[in-house]
């Protein structure tokens, strides 16, 4: 099988296991501990945390090892609604994964508003410093990079415009971990990732965060500065952080960036224009492990069960809204019908996917497209049939 779908979740880095498996047969023992070989899984832990400080440009006391994610961007919302004034609002883009939105919305109810967008799926920015002035949102939370159709947003310009306004930023840069260098994104109040996303093991992430904006969320042994208590999964973090260190010095080929063309012409060969790429239609930078495709016909689950069939694993919009079984909010944005968006597949790579499992990718479209053809002309004879008996 040739996997397709590291948006959802990456399978192992080998350099990861490997980290993985020493911490857990050499440092094993608890950090709290009072003995030699747990001062030294504390040292580890803090140089890990030194690490993605300075990889991220902010005081180490900043870092906050958590379970993931989900954990990290439920606290972040948590945590402001009992810091600031209770009468603040909160703005983010509508684009953002519902680990952000729906605690944004519990916590901040109708105190939570949407950011202004333009058609191509960016933050607004030359709406935005008047919008910013018009609602004075204590909090903006943007994502780096859309899981569903891999948009980039302008997270420095949209910084820069919050701080000069004293207005704290969130980022979820969980698909942009790993596929580009930390160092790359702007320094924001709080900042949120996922080791599994880019080849760690499952149940580790981080919070970067002021601890003015959160002073903590789980109450226990006080570890992690007391913001954070539990012990820490020490084994994990070395994990996630030998493959962010060994991301941090991969360099995309050019060749990588421009694999997804494989399949984009491949639509062209088989449709002329009768397509849609969201998010890179509009003409914005994209993830470039990312590609959405909106085929003229079929829903999306037959088409993911034809790859299945012929080797690919692929998804349809995000994973999570899969479960959800609703429309996504980001394909409604960019402009897609329901009809549409019901119909759209994603494909998202890894580091270790190659031009070859691409172009794979690009044949098997067609074949996929002339077997949903062949199925539904059946069944549309079939049905002609049973309408004939009746
Ligand atoms: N944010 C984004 C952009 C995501 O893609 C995901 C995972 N789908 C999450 C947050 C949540 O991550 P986790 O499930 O690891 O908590």
């Known amino acids: 099988m040739i996997y397709f779908d590291h948006n959802a979740t990456a399978p192992l880095d080998p350099v990861a296991k490997a980290a993985w498996i020493e911490a857990q047969e050499k ?97 607004d920015l030359a709406a935005l410093p008047d919008w910013l002035d018009a609602h004075k949102p204590a909090l903006v939370s943007l994502q780096a990079a859309n899981n569903e159709v891999g948009l980039i947003q302008p997270l420095r310009e949209l910084t820069e415009l919050c701080r000069a306004r004293g207005i704290w930023v969130h980022s979820d ?68 952080l030998a493959v962010l260190e060994a991301r941090q010095g991969s360099r995309l080929s050019k060749l990588q960036s421009e694999a997804p063309q494989a399949v984009i012409e ?57 479960a959800a079984q609703k429309a996504s909010s980001t394909l409604k944005l960019l402009g897609l019908s329901d009809a549409e968006a019901e119909r759209t597949i994603r494909m998202s790579a890894g580091w270790e996917t190659t031009l070859e499992d691409w172009q794979g990718l690009a044949e098997a479209l067609a074949d996929c497209w002339q077997a949903l053809e062949r199925d539904a002309q059946s069944d549309a004879n079939g049905l002609g049939t049973v309408i004939e008996i009746d």
């Open 27 to 123: 440092s094993w023992f608890n950090p709290s501990s009072p003995y030699r070989s747990a001062a030294q899984v504390r040292n580890r832990l803090n140089a890990a945390r030194e690490q993605l400080a300075e990889w991220l440009n902010r005081p180490p006391e900043w870092v906050c090892f958590c379970s993931g994610a989900t954990e990290a961007n439920n606290t972040v919302f948590a945590s402001a609604a009992r810091v600031l004034d209770p009468s603040v609002k909160v703005a983010l883009s509508p684009l953002e994964h519902p680990s952000v939105s729906a605690p944004a919305r519990r916590a901040f109810a109708e105190r939570s508003l949407w950011l202004p967008m333009a058609a191509n799926g960016l933050v």
């Open 173 to 240: 840069a969980v698909q942009w971990a790993g596929r580009y260098p930390l160092e790359s994104l702007p320094a924001v109040h709080a900042l949120t990732l996922s080791g599994h996303k880019f080849g760690a093991p499952k149940g580790v992430g981080v919070l970067v965060i002021d601890p003015a904006l959160s002073p903590g969320l789980l109450w226990g042994g006080g570890q992690e500065e007391g913001r954070r208590s539990g012990t820490e999964n020490y084994p994990a973090i070395a994990a996630m």
């Open 266 to 322: 491949a639509a062209r060969r088989l449709w002329g224009e009768r397509f849609h790429c969201p998010g890179r239609d509009g003409g914005a930078a994209v993830l470039w492990n990312t590609l959405a495709l909106t085929p003229p016909r079929h829903a999306a689950h037959r088409w993911i069960h034809q790859f299945e069939r012929r080797g690919f694993l692929i998804a349809s919009g995000a994973a999570c809204s899969t």
